[in-house]
């Protein structure tokens, strides 16, 4: 018998439906929950699966589907005793998307479904209150004709906002009825102008029609950008909720709020939230009115506030996590409306995680507290702050996400993603965000908010995000294309700061400085390394000693790349360039003796500060030309005004050295096979710094490693060098085993014949930058920004394959070299060393093609150490 297409929240499902959230969505999954285990007061419902959801994007409702529903609809109606849309007391619905992922705000929402020209009147004589009756259908055809019928959501604001200030109403609950059903009328002219047709009057078409509008969302735009953002696969699907409708718009007994059960941005206990007597959950999230923070609710509603407290603990011990609920309050009884766990900053992450371990109900294991705990989390830790001097603050607001950000001033998301590919760092400016805003939020340093609250659109979306966020600054006066506090006005392309953890606003750029990182930090991070043991080592990219020494301090396991060309700029350039014009051999060992010296320090000084740990030094790799001027410049001039003599040499040799397609050219190896001399340079100069350490006492571990390697042949030729010098003096004060040759791959060649390199290697490491580059086919400097964003936006490529390692490509290939190399060399360290060192997802992938060690920039170091241990934690558990 097929699987069925609606499941009832009370459904006796064969598991606990929270383990089944690949079929009934996140909230789906929680409603029943909540419903069938716990026994919490929950508005009946059903919901419609995240495979009808497939289906019906495919190719329209699958068999079955509307007869399904119809049958949950009837059921619905039993249960609740009412009819849909009908009868004396009719039953109104809310349909509600909800993914296997927490989206907050992406996809939509519809309150109110089954109200029409004669449920309205039944409604106002069945509760005795006309004007919510009417609220409450001014509503439903605003939120109706915005998201399934496509009528721009502006208006109804503009006619709604008209009707308020021609009636005197401070608040949308002092509208009157009167005006209220003038707005009503005004609406469905709206409707019917923008569709040719009349608003829809049938419950059921009206129903269909949700459904199929929640269905469509996971297509929209902010949903899609929402998606990359966080990694998250197109092909999920959202389920479709269809509860019972209870009003917290019903009368000054009734409210609406939004609760954690913990802080989510400090992770301190005690309740959190916001609420709003006489309203409904959109007026809470949108921001639209000033909310009261949840703990006043217990001054209003003493024994509902008890009662919430209960089932916050109660949610907490069931779900061992902070989380996030929406209820409701419809004349003085308490409904629960969703949960999930929340999302939460970075501080509050680390501080939930070890609390958690030490709390008797919760007895977190080491291992679950670390998976509690991601790269965002850390990297939200080490965000910036306002460094500590005196500075004059415009104006504050809501502490709403933690860090500190400068930018310009932006006031539409379109506006702010255009700055932000012209490279100007941005501050989106609204009075409210909403979801149409995400794109605009995304490539935004900031968030700033006139309204809203804590758990506002603005608040949740930066806060899962990481990005400083200050919400609800009621002194701005937010204008099309400024902002006035008092008599300040900041004007579009103005820059401003804000601190979203003291909700602080200044105008002008304020210096930032890194954060400090909480004492929790370092107590996930020990256990991360305890848990990850000999799984996966992880390095540093290092191109100096201050870094290196950063990168131990982080808890680097060594220096899995230090680029030596970096050595050859800034006042040491000139000598290169010398070495480069040389007319004879000895001019040319002159300067090489130059920077042999300069080099042989810069190694001494890596080696100290990595003393007793591996230090992978990759001999010069760029093409000569990258150290001359550029030719076409030169050439200007020489048209212009003429060259000193230096200069014409200059042009001389850099068209000498140019290259068609210089990423192709004469670079690592290959310069070697022309200049010998300087690979023998940089040898000497690295064994002799390694000698002196060892006479200081030290331990020095170095590993030589060959750029560009195609053949067994290359790498045995650049070997003998290298064993030529390690023979000689320079060799004389290295102890045996302190030095290892290895080779980069980073071709597909090298990658396929891995297994005829490894006879002439003592180690691996991968550059999967250019091997990404090389086996698309992409030059990474022309792809990325238009095109890329194209091909992503089509769907051509899963993800950006610069971001994250391509899995099937350059993964495959990465996988086929370890398993070939490892035919040969069964104990062959491997490492990779590319950026996708540091990304979490890539991390992953090399854990499990059996690579030693990832390698990645100094900062991101705490990071990769988190990641490793989670993915060595994950095949574990796989195992």
Request: aromatic letters at 6%.
């Amino acid at each position: 018998m097929p699987e069925p297409l609606v499941y009832a929240f009370d459904h006796d499902h064969p598991e606990p439906p929270m383990a089944r959230k690949d079929l009934l969505g996140g909230k789906g999954a929680n409603l029943a929950e909540m419903t069938s285990v716990l026994g919490l007061p929950v508005p009946p419902g059903f919901t419609i699966t995240t495979e009808a959801c497939r289906a019906a994007l495919a190719g329209g409702w699958p068999d079955g589907l509307a007869l399904q529903v119809d049958e949950h609809v009837d059921r619905l109606e039993r249960t609740m005793g009412r009819t849909l849309g009908a009868g004396d007391d009719p039953l109104l619905v809310s349909v509600r998307s909800g993914a296997k992922f927490s989206m907050p705000g992406m996809m939509d929402t519809i309150l109110n479904l089954g109200l029409n020209d004669d449920s309205v009147e039944a409604l106002a004589r069945a509760t005795d209150d006309e004007r919510f009756a009417l609220d409450s259908y001014r509503r439903f055809i605003q939120m109706y004709g915005k998201i399934v019928l496509g009528v721009p959501g502006e208006e109804f604001d503009r006619r709604f906002e008209g009707a308020r200030d021609l009636a005197g109403a401070a608040t949308d609950h002092e509208v009157p009825p009167e005006v209220l059903s003038l707005v009503i009328d005004r609406f469905k002219a709206v409707v019917e102008d923008h569709t040719g047709e009349a608003f829809p009057q049938e419950p059921a078409a009206q129903l269909r029609g949700a459904i199929d509008a929640v269905f469509r969302s996971w297509q929209s735009p902010r949903a899609v950008t929402y998606r990359r953002r966080e990694h998250l696969p197109d092909d999920l699907g959202t389920a479709v909720n269809v509860q019972a409708m209870v009003f917290g718009n019903r009368d000054d007994e009734s409210g609406t709020g939004v609760g954690f059960t913990r802080d989510p941005a400090t992770g301190d206990q005690g309740s959190f939230g916001d609420f709003l007597v006489n309203a409904q959950g959109e007026d809470v999230v949108a921001g639209i009115r000033a909310t009261q923070p949840l703990h006043e609710m217990g001054e209003r509603w003493p024994d509902l506030y008890d009662e919430l407290q209960r089932i916050f603990e109660a949610l907490e011990r069931h779900y061992r996590d902070m989380c996030d609920t929406e209820f409701t309050v419809e004349q003085g009884k308490l409904w629960m409306l969703q949960t999930r766990v929340g999302k939460r900053t970075g501080r509050a992450a680390l501080r939930l995680a070890v609390s958690m371990v030490d709390d008797p109900a919760i007895e977190l294991t080491h291992a679950e507290a670390i998976q509690r705990v991601s790269a965002d989390h850390l990297d939200q830790v080490l965000h910036p702050q306002f460094e500590q001097v005196d500075h004059t603050v415009l104006t504050k607001g809501l502490a709403a996400s933690p860090g500190a950000a400068v930018g310009k001033v932006y006031f539409d998301a379109d506006e702010a993603v255009e700055a932000a590919h012209d490279g100007e760092d941005v501050i989106l400016v609204r009075q409210e965000t909403s979801p149409e805003d995400v794109h605009g939020m995304e490539v935004a340093q900031g968030v700033l908010t006139s309204r809203g609250g804590l758990v506002s659109h603005a608040a949740v979306v930066a806060r899962g995000w990481g990005k400083p966020a200050v919400c609800g600054a009621e002194q701005i006066v937010v204008g099309e294309d400024h902002f006035r506090v008092g008599d300040t006005v900041v004007r579009k392309g103005d820059v401003v700061s804000i601190d979203g953890t003291t909700g602080e606003v200044v105008l002008g750029a304020m210096h930032l400085t890194r954060g400090e990182t909480p004492d929790e930090f370092d107590t996930v991070l020990a256990w991360a390394d305890e848990a990850r043991g000999d799984g996966l080592g992880v390095r540093a990219n290092a191109d100096n000693a201050e870094d290196a020494a950063r990168a131990r301090d982080n808890g680097a396991e060594g220096i899995g790349l230090c680029r030596t060309e970096h050595m050859f700029l800034g006042d040491r350039l000139p000598v290169v360039r010398r070495m480069i014009l040389a007319a004879t051999p000895d001019d040319e060992d002159e300067a090489l003796e130059e920077l042999r010296r300069v080099q042989r320090e810069d190694f001494e000084g890596i080696l100290a500060a990595m003393d007793g740990l591996p230090v992978t030094v990759r001999l010069l790799d760029p093409p000569l030309h990258e150290f001359l001027p550029d030719v076409e410049e030169l050439a200007v001039k020489d048209a212009r005004v003429g060259l000193s003599d230096e200069e014409a040499e200059l042009l001389a040799a850099a068209r000498s050295w140019e290259e068609a397609n210089p990423m192709l050219g004469t670079r690592g190896v290959r310069l070697g096979v022309l200049k010998d001399g300087l690979y023998r340079m940089q040898v000497r100069a690295l064994l002799e710094a390694a000698a002196r350490r060892r006479a200081a006492g030290g331990r020095p571990i170095v590993e030589i490693m060959i750029p560009l390697v195609v053949a067994e042949a290359e790498l045995a030729l650049a070997r003998s060098w290298v064993e030529e010098e390690l023979a000689g003096a320079a060799g004389e004060g290295v102890a045996e085993g302190d030095v290892r040759i290895g080779t980069m791959i980073e071709t597909p060649r090298a990658a396929l014949c891995a297994d005829e390199i490894a006879n002439q290697a003592d180690f691996f490491s991968f550059g999967t930058n250019d091997l990404t580059q090389m086996t698309f086919g992409f030059s990474r400097d022309d792809v990325e920004g238009r095109l890329m964003e194209r091909y992503l936006e089509r769907g051509l490529l899963a993800g950006d394959p610069f971001d994250s390692i391509d899995r099937d490509g350059v993964g495959g290939l990465v996988g086929l070299a370890v398993e070939r190399a490892r035919s040969v060399k069964p104990d062959l360290k491997m490492g990779v060393c590319g950026e996708h060192g540091g990304d979490p997802a890539s991390i992953a992938l090399f854990h499990r093609l059996g690579l030693d060690y990832v390698s990645c920039s100094p900062f991101r170091v705490p990071i990769a150490r988190l990641e490793a241990a989670r993915s060595v934690l994950a095949a574990r558990a796989g195992d």
